[in-house]
Structure formats: C-alpha cells, structure tokens
C-alpha cells in the first residue's frame, strides 16, 4: 500500500477538513482539464455539433478528423509545424551539447579560469539585456529573419547549466579519478564515465529546452518577419488569438468543404498542446527525484 | 521565476581545489602547464560560455543607443550622440510612460498580495494528504499548464471566456445575457491575474513542498505533545520551517516589480487597449521596435534594467538585516 500510516499525533481525522480539502482539489485539477477537454472535443466535431453547443463542444459524439486533415494537408499551418519541429530539433541538440560542454567544465575542481566562467555565467540570472539591445544585436550579427535567431540567442540557459553542474559535482569522484588513472582524456571521461551515468539529468535539461524552443513565440515575433517562415507559435497567435479567418488559400485544402472555423482553431491548438503532453510524462517522472530542487537545502 | 535560483549560494562557491595524485607538479600553478591540462575542459566549456558572453553581455553594449538619436541606417557607430534627451520622458512624466508604470506597479501589487500565497496555501494543501497515490496525480495536473506557452494558455482561455466561448454558451442555455470577459478593460487586470494563477499556481508550490518534506516530523510529534492543535503547529512549527524559502521567493518577486506577465499581455491588447493594458515591456516594445522610437525605448529599457538589479539587491539587503539567508549570503 502508498498509503502511509498516520502518526498518532496528529489527532482524530476530521471529516469536515478531509471533504473540505478534497473539494478543493477536485475544483482546481478540473480547472486545469476541463479547457483542455473542450479543445480537442471541439477540434474533433462537425459543423451541426458545433452550433448546438453555441462555440465549443464538451462531447462530440460523432467525432471526425476533418479539421486535423485540412490543417496538415499543406498550407501555412503544416509549413508552421515543420518550422517549429525542427526549430525544437536542432535548438535541443545544439543547447544540450555546448550545455553539457559548459557545465563539465566547470564541475571540475580547480582548472584554470572556471571559477571565473562559473561567475560571469551566474551573474546572467540576475538581468535581462533589453529588448532594443537585443534586437540591435541580433540585427547586426545578419540574423533577422533567419531560423537561427531562435536559437542561438536563448541556445545557453544558467539554470539549466546549473542544474546540470550540480548533478556533475555530486556524481563520485573516485569513478573519474579512477578513469584518469587508467589514462583517459577528459573528453573521454565525460563521454564514457560521467555521461552514461547522468541519463537522468541529461533528459530533464534536454526536455526544458524542448519545451522552451517548442512554446517559443516573443523570439519569434521579435526576429522572425516573413510569414512562411513563422513557427507554430505565430501561426497560433494570428489565427486563433487574434482571430484572423483561415481558409482555402491558407490551408490549400483544395475543393473539398473546410471544417468549422471553430474545429480549425481548436485542431491548431491541440497540435499545439499535443507535443507537450507527450513528452510531460517523461519530465514529471523526474520531479520527484528531486533533481531540480535538490539545491535547495543550502 | 524558476526555482533554480536558490541553487547559487551552493554553486557559487567552487570545492576547494583538491590537488589531483598524479600531477602534483603542475597544481603549482604555473599557467602555461595549467592551460596545456586544463585545455580540454576549456575547449569543452568555450562554446556555451562564448554564448553566455554574446547573448548576454555583450547587448549591454547596445545601451548606448539610449544616449543617441538612433536612426536604424545610420547604425549604432553613425547615430549622433544627445546626451540625457531620451531620458525627458521618464524626468518630465509623459503621460503614456506614467500609464505604463502605474499599471506595471498595479499588477504587481495584485500578484504579491493575491497571486504569491496561493501556492503556498496549494503546498500546506498537498502536504497534508496522506495518500501517496492522490497527491502524486493531483501534482502531476496542477504542473501541467506550467509548461504551455502563454499562446496556448490566452488560446485556452479564450476558448472559455471568449465571444463564443464555453462560458458565454452556458449563459446562453441559461437564458442570461452574454459577456465577452476578455474584451472588457475593466476586467483586464482580473482575467490576466487569473491566467497566472491557472498556469503558475501548481509549478510554483513545487519548492514549498520540497521545503515542506524536510520538516522534521518530530517537531510536530513534540508541539502535538505540549497540546498544540492543527492551526498552532501550522503556525508554530510549519511556517517557520518554510520561512527562508518564502522570504527568497519574496525577494526575487520584488526583484522583477517592473517586469510583468510581458508575453501574456503583448497578446491581448489589442481587444481593451493600451490605456488597462499597457506595461513598461509592452511600451518598450510598442515604442522601440514597432514605433521606430529606438533611442527613448533604449533609455527606458535601461533604467527599468538598472532599478530591477537595485531592487534584488536592496531586497536582498533587507532580508540580511532581518537575519535571514536571502538569495546570496554575504
């Protein structure tokens, strides 16, 4: 059983509180699902539900994924999902290789210049450079309007680096002395010893790049200009937050009938959310390991 | 704010420097014989490093646009130079900048007195439970809007509260007049406050509870012994517990007073208009990169930039002479 037992003195349970509490919970984890619900069950239903209901639709009852096939048949939508793909793709990559590369080398004792590194990237938690400075920086490196400038200038967060060196500096260190004995580089120490044995860490710092590359939009809007190289992000914004119409041109759906404005909206934010639920499986299984708070007890 | 934070003080400083078995001649500290050791794991570090330097330090050196006139073909190099004169907006009060900053100050007000104790109320909450099971599901949902972009969370929302949106379609079947809450100015600041509130209140109790978990249970066992009721240990021994963590979470809240919900609001200007919605951020980007008016955007960039490290630093200060940790330690 998970259940653990209650310590005696805590007193007599008392009903009024456990119902109390349990309400509580119940209201604020359906405030969270609920929304969610109703996207994908609007995403999924025809024009004739969708009026019944006045908007959105709690229970489609006869489900259909016309709305999924014209926004991934081609058009602005399915361009916009590719972007951001391979915007996440390549950013993961890029950001979990010279992460991994910064925070080894400052998690070895005493090499040259590392406590001065660990400064200067420390101190970046503390401001933010400005939007006009950061945009004049981007513009002069001949960024604007390039995919890169969604990555390079988010490519190297502190926090995670942190996050990562302490998992580093409390690995044993008897293993990489040992593997120095026996006559390996650093290079290989890392690759052979320390890595293999920092899955875990690995896997959050790449999933919180993931997600910030995937949900990623003032970057965009800031950097990127022409429309068809917008990420999934402003797509997002103009046709359903702003409510701009989608149509045939935007989808080239061709002949067939489009599916309700209503399904299309829905459809996009669901492909939206849909990646993020995904992988949020394999972040949570991680929060309670207590890697990233583990710095907390000072 | 991430919870990461709290992991300087530790980080800050480095392990002493162990001297490693078999070169004990180069700890000596000849640099040449450091480098020729020390190389790879500089190489290893010399790419994220160079993109800390670039993409955080080095913008600092656009700030000069602040004291130009700055005309985007003339670059920064070629802008003539006028002093303070950017700065006027912020010295003689324009009205638009004072609307910025008041409601940047309201907002603020409203997420320390309304927003910041819920997740500690969420966290007591949780802790509470008993059953493992329930309180593993129960977090695994409540963390779950944390990781969707304010996009997704304002497209959710309006979903619910829009024009036609599942809230208006239950007045409707209830024969009551509908309301498009999200386009009403008046009701601005209250539906950006309970976006927040939905997206962040979960994530955010997520350190109170690891603070919670290393309560020592026998301190509740002794209070509970000297007849100390729920409430009285709540009081005495729980909140105490978790008192540094509350006070650096403070801290770093007022540290970002001018900086608030920058994304979420940029998003949803347009339906109320700028006069509810607009923020120091959003007037810098309204301003600067949409309105061409680099040089006043830059100027008042830069001072929110500057009164945002004081503020860290003078609540940090506060926090000493009241003798707790705060974020740093001297």
Same mark, same amino acid.
């Given at each position: 059983?998970?259940?653990?037992?209650?310590?005696?003195?805590?007193?007599?349970?008392?009903?009024?509180?456990?119902?109390?509490?349990?309400?509580?919970?119940?209201?604020?984890?359906?405030?969270?699902?609920?929304?969610?619900?109703?996207?994908?069950?609007?995403?999924?239903?025809?024009?004739?539900?969708?009026?019944?209901?006045?908007?959105?639709?709690?229970?489609?009852?006869?489900?259909?994924?016309?709305?999924?096939?014209?926004?991934?048949?081609?058009?602005?939508? &399915?361009?916009?999902? =590719? !972007?951001?793909?391979?915007?996440? +793709? *390549?950013?993961?990559? /890029?950001? #979990?290789?010279?992460?991994?590369?910064?925070?080894?080398?400052?998690?070895?004792?005493?090499?040259?210049?590392?406590?001065?590194?660990?400064?200067?990237?420390?101190?970046?938690?503390?401001?933010?450079?400005?939007?006009?400075?950061?945009?004049?920086?981007?513009?002069?490196?001949?960024?604007?309007?390039?995919?890169?400038?969604?990555?390079?200038?988010?490519?190297?967060?502190?926090?995670?680096?942190?996050?990562?060196?302490?998992?580093?500096?409390?690995?044993?260190?008897?293993?990489?002395?040992?593997?120095?004995?026996?006559?390996?580089?650093?290079?290989? &120490?890392?690759?052979? =010893? !320390?890595?293999?044995?920092?899955? +875990? *860490?690995?896997?959050? /710092?790449? #999933?919180?790049?993931?997600?910030?590359?995937?949900?990623?939009?003032?970057?965009?809007?800031?950097?990127?200009?022409?429309?068809?190289?917008?990420?999934?992000?402003?797509?997002?914004?103009?046709?359903?937050?702003?409510?701009?119409?989608?149509?045939?041109?935007?989808?080239?759906?061709?002949?067939?009938?489009?599916?309700?404005?209503?399904?299309?909206?829905?459809?996009?934010?669901?492909?939206?959310?849909?990646?993020?639920?995904?992988?949020?499986?394999?972040?949570?299984?991680?929060?309670?390991?207590?890697?990233?708070?583990?710095?907390?007890?000072? | 704010?991430?919870?990461?934070?709290?992991?300087?003080?530790?980080?800050?400083?480095?392990?002493?420097?162990?001297?490693?078995?078999?070169?004990?001649?180069?700890?000596?500290?000849?640099?040449?014989?450091?480098?020729?050791?020390?190389?790879?794991?500089?190489?290893?570090?010399?790419?994220?490093?160079?993109?800390?330097?670039?993409?955080?330090?080095?913008?600092?050196?656009?700030?000069?646009?602040?004291?130009?006139?700055?005309?985007?073909?003339?670059?920064?190099?070629?802008?003539?130079?006028?002093?303070?004169?950017?700065?006027?907006?912020?010295?003689?009060?324009?009205?638009?900048?004072?609307?910025?900053?008041?409601?940047?100050?309201?907002?603020?007000?409203?997420?320390?007195?309304?927003?910041?104790?819920?997740?500690?109320?969420?966290?007591?909450?949780?802790?509470?439970?008993?059953?493992?099971?329930?309180?593993?599901?129960?977090?695994?949902?409540?963390?779950?809007?944390?990781?969707?972009?304010?996009?997704?969370?304002?497209?959710?929302?309006?979903?619910?509260?829009?024009?036609?949106?599942?809230?208006?379609?239950?007045?409707?079947?209830?024969?009551?007049?509908?309301?498009?809450?999200?386009?009403?100015?008046?009701?601005?600041?209250?539906?950006?406050?309970?976006?927040?509130?939905?997206?962040?209140?979960?994530?955010?109790?997520?350190?109170?509870?690891?603070?919670?978990?290393?309560?020592?249970?026998?301190?509740?066992?002794?209070?509970?012994?000297?007849?100390?009721?729920?409430?009285?240990?709540?009081?005495?021994?729980?909140?105490?517990?978790?008192?540094?963590?509350?006070?650096?979470?403070?801290?770093?809240?007022?540290?970002?007073?001018?900086?608030?919900?920058?994304?979420?609001?940029?998003?949803?200007?347009?339906?109320?208009?700028?006069?509810?919605?607009?923020?120091?951020?959003?007037?810098?980007?309204?301003?600067?990169?949409?309105?061409?008016?680099?040089?006043?955007?830059?100027?008042?960039?830069?001072?929110?930039?500057?009164?945002?490290?004081?503020?860290?630093?003078?609540?940090?200060?506060?926090?000493?002479?009241?003798?707790?940790?705060?974020?740093?330690?001297?």
């Amino acid at each position: 059983m998970r259940r653990t037992e209650r310590p005696v003195w805590m007193g007599p349970v008392s009903w009024p509180a456990v119902v109390l509490r349990a309400a509580v919970l119940l209201v604020a984890c359906l405030a969270v699902l609920l929304p969610f619900l109703s996207v994908v069950m609007t995403s999924l239903a025809g024009q004739e539900e969708i009026n019944e209901a006045g908007g959105f639709v709690l229970w489609a009852a006869e489900p259909t994924l016309n709305a999924y096939r014209a926004v991934l048949s081609g058009g602005v939508v &399915t361009q916009a999902m =590719i !972007v951001s793909i391979g915007v996440t +793709a *390549v950013g993961t990559a /890029v950001s #979990l290789l010279s992460t991994i590369g910064l925070a080894y080398g400052l998690s070895r004792p005493g090499s040259l210049g590392h406590g001065l590194m660990l400064r200067v990237t420390l101190f970046t938690l503390f401001f933010t450079p400005g939007i006009i400075p950061m945009y004049l920086l981007v513009q002069h490196l001949g960024l604007i309007d390039q995919w890169a400038a969604l990555i390079l200038p988010v490519m190297v967060n502190a926090f995670n680096v942190i996050v990562m060196r302490s998992f580093f500096l409390d690995m044993p260190g008897e293993l990489i002395e040992a593997a120095k004995i026996d006559g390996a580089s650093e290079f290989a &120490t890392l690759v052979r =010893i !320390v890595l293999p044995l920092s899955r +875990a *860490v690995v896997a959050v /710092v790449g #999933l919180f790049y993931a997600v910030a590359y995937w949900n990623a939009f003032f970057t965009a809007l800031l950097y990127i200009q022409s429309p068809e190289k917008w990420p999934l992000s402003l797509v997002l914004r103009t046709f359903v937050v702003d409510q701009t119409p989608i149509g045939a041109d935007e989808l080239s759906a061709g002949s067939t009938a489009l599916p309700p404005q209503t399904a299309i909206q829905t459809a996009i934010i669901a492909l939206s959310v849909i990646p993020v639920l995904v992988i949020y499986p394999f972040l949570q299984k991680h929060f309670r390991a207590g890697l990233l708070v583990g710095g907390v007890k000072g | 704010m991430k919870p990461g934070l709290l992991v300087r003080k530790r980080s800050v400083e480095p392990r002493a420097p162990a001297p490693r078995p078999n070169d004990a001649t180069t700890v000596s500290g000849h640099r040449r014989s450091r480098w020729r050791k020390d190389r790879v794991l500089i190489g290893l570090a010399a790419p994220g490093f160079l993109a800390v330097v670039l993409f955080n330090y080095v913008p600092l050196l656009g700030n000069v646009v602040a004291f130009q006139d700055f005309q985007p073909y003339l670059g920064v190099a070629g802008s003539q130079f006028i002093g303070f004169d950017n700065f006027d907006i912020i010295i003689s009060g324009d009205a638009e900048f004072l609307n910025a900053l008041r409601n940047t100050l309201v907002i603020t007000f409203i997420q320390v007195v309304l927003v910041f104790p819920l997740p500690i109320c969420l966290a007591l909450l949780l802790n509470s439970l008993m059953n493992d099971r329930v309180k593993v599901l129960v977090q695994s949902v409540l963390y779950l809007p944390h990781f969707l972009s304010w996009v997704i969370v304002v497209a959710l929302f309006q979903n619910m509260f829009g024009a036609t949106g599942q809230f208006n379609s239950i007045l409707a079947a209830t024969g009551l007049p509908g309301v498009t809450i999200m386009g009403v100015p008046e009701l601005f600041k209250a539906v950006i406050t309970s976006q927040v509130i939905w997206k962040d209140t979960g994530w955010s109790a997520i350190i109170y509870l690891a603070a919670l978990s290393r309560v020592d249970t026998n301190l509740y066992e002794a209070a509970a012994l000297d007849r100390a009721g729920p409430w009285q240990r709540l009081w005495h021994v729980t909140l105490p517990a978790i008192r540094p963590v509350i006070i650096l979470l403070l801290i770093l809240k007022l540290g970002d007073a001018l900086s608030v919900g920058f994304e979420q609001i940029l998003l949803q200007q347009a339906p109320v208009g700028t006069s509810v919605s607009e923020v120091l951020d959003t007037y810098v980007y309204n301003n600067g990169i949409v309105g061409q008016n680099w040089g006043v955007a830059a100027a008042i960039g830069l001072v929110k930039g500057i009164v945002g490290v004081i503020l860290v630093l003078a609540a940090n200060r506060v926090a000493h002479v009241f003798g707790e940790r705060g974020v740093y330690q001297r």
